[in-house]
């Protein structure tokens, strides 16, 4: 079994650039409502047009944070297939490292938002025997998803089966 000092060793798959483009545009579509808001504002009341200016001021840089954020949100996942589990590491502020055993794997669910199928990217959900214990490999290409669908799904009936 690995230890936390191995964990540069592994061979990480990172996610495609496009997954981080879904992250970006996430976050700005979150913040549309502002803008409408401040827009509203002054056509409504040209009074309200210095309101308008702070909000769509707080609302540039809530984008450019979010812009920030969404960027080492995607340096900081990936993940590596092991002989026996399955490695997934994540996190900006708290880095996570899970490890997910095959034998464990109950389930491997593909899904898309409409975003997502647009950029031809799919998640992968990982269901474990731990009714609480849940893993995703967030927008990876779909030809990955499926091989890890595939495999995920073999390698767990497998070790499953050696249990």
Known sequence: MATA????????????VHARTVWRAEGLLAL??????AVVLVVLDAGLAGAAAV??????G???????VAGRRWESWGYAERERDLVLR????VRRLTVVPYGRMQLVDVRQGPLARW????SVQLHTAAAASTAQIPLVAEDEARRLRERLTELGE???AGL
């Open 32 to 37: 549309a409502p502002l803008v409408v808001s």
């Open 55 to 60: 909000a769509l001021i707080g609302t540039a």
């Open 5 to 16: 000092a191995d964990d540069d060793a592994l061979d990480w798959h990172l996610l495609p």
């Open 62 to 68: 809530l984008a450019a944070l979010w812009w920030r």
């Open 119 to 122: 950029l031809s990217l799919a």
């Open 90 to 93: 994540r996190g900006v502020i």
């Open 158 to 160: 497998a070790h499953a």
